[in-house]
T-cell receptor
Framework: DTGVSQDPRHKITKRGQNVTFRCDPISEHNRLYWYRQTLGQGPEFLTYFQNEAQLEKSRLLSDRFSAERPKGSFSTLEIQRTEQGDSAMYLC???????????FGPGTRLTVL | KNEVEQSPQNLTAQEGEFITINCSYSVGISALHWLQQHPGGGIVSLFM???GKKKHGRLIATINIQEKHSSLHITASHPRDSAVYIC???????????????FGKGTLLTVNP
C-alpha cells in the first residue's frame, strides 16, 4: 500500500454512460497525476495538478474527459459519453518536493460494454 | 517527445538466474524510474535515479546518461519477482518544471521454480 487510494477499483458501464473516478493522494503531496494504461502498454500521461491548479493536459484528454482537484487534496476524473475505446486502467499518482518521486494508486479498471 | 524503449518485451528465467532488463530513451532526462507492476495493476516504485548506480537488496539499477540507457538487474531471481517491470523517464526541460513521466511498454518477467 503506497498511501494513494483510488475508488472504485473496478467499473463496468455501458457505452454512452458517464463515469467518475476518485483519487486520494498521500496527504502532504501537492502534485497529482492521472495516467491511462491499456492492455500490454505502459501508462500514458493524461493530466497533472499542482495543488488545485491543472497545469498540463495531454491531447489524449478529449473534451469528454474532465479532471478536477477542487481543494488541492483529492481529485476526480470524469468521462462523459463513454466509448469502448475508453476501456483501460486509470492510474493516479502523487508526489512532492524537488525529488518528485511518484507514488501510484492501485488503479481503477474501466470496462465499457 | 521522448521515446522510451525496453528490451526484452518478455523474459522467462529459472529460479536463481541473473536477470537484466534494458531501457533506452531518445531525449535528455532529469530522472529515470524503474517500476514494478503485478497482475491486478498496482505499480510500485523500485528506483529513481539520475546518475550512476543504486542497489536495494537483490535489485540493482544503473544509468548511463551519455548513452541514454539504463539497466535493471535482479540477482538470484525468485518466482515472487515475476511481474511487469516498467521504465519511465522525466524529461529535462529548460526553464520551468516538467514533472510528468513517459513510460516504456514494460517487460514481462516470469521466473519459474
Amino acid at each position: 500500500d503506497t498511501g494513494v487510494s483510488q475508488d472504485p477499483r473496478h467499473k463496468i458501464t455501458k457505452r454512452g454512460q458517464n463515469v467518475t473516478f476518485r483519487c486520494d493522494p498521500i496527504s502532504e503531496h501537492n502534485r497529482l497525476y492521472w495516467y491511462r494504461q491499456t492492455l500490454g502498454q505502459g501508462p500514458e500521461f493524461l493530466t497533472y495538478f499542482q495543488n488545485e491548479a491543472q497545469l498540463e493536459k495531454s491531447r489524449l484528454l478529449s473534451d469528454r474527459f474532465s479532471a478536477e482537484r477542487p481543494k488541492g487534496s483529492f481529485s476526480t476524473l470524469e468521462i462523459q459519453r463513454t466509448e469502448q475505446g475508453d476501456s483501460a486502467m486509470y492510474l493516479c499518482a502523487s508526489s512532492f518536493g524537488s525529488l518528485n518521486e511518484q507514488f501510484f494508486g492501485p488503479g481503477t479498471r474501466l470496462t465499457v460494454l | 517527445k521522448n521515446e522510451v524503449e525496453q528490451s526484452p518485451q518478455n523474459l522467462t528465467a529459472q529460479e536463481g538466474e541473473f536477470i537484466t532488463i534494458n531501457c533506452s530513451y531518445s531525449v535528455g532526462i532529469s530522472a529515470l524510474h524503474w517500476l514494478q507492476q503485478h497482475p491486478g495493476g498496482g505499480i510500485v516504485s523500485l528506483f529513481m535515479l539520475s546518475s550512476g548506480k543504486k542497489k536495494h537488496g537483490r535489485l540493482i539499477a544503473t544509468i548511463n546518461i551519455q548513452e541514454k540507457h539504463s539497466s535493471l538487474h535482479i540477482t538470484a531471481s525468485h518466482p515472487r519477482d515475476s511481474a511487469v517491470y516498467i521504465c519511465a523517464v522525466k524529461d529535462r526541460k529548460g526553464g520551468g518544471s516538467n514533472y510528468k513521466l513517459t513510460f516504456g511498454k514494460g517487460t514481462l518477467l516470469t521466473v519459474n521454480p
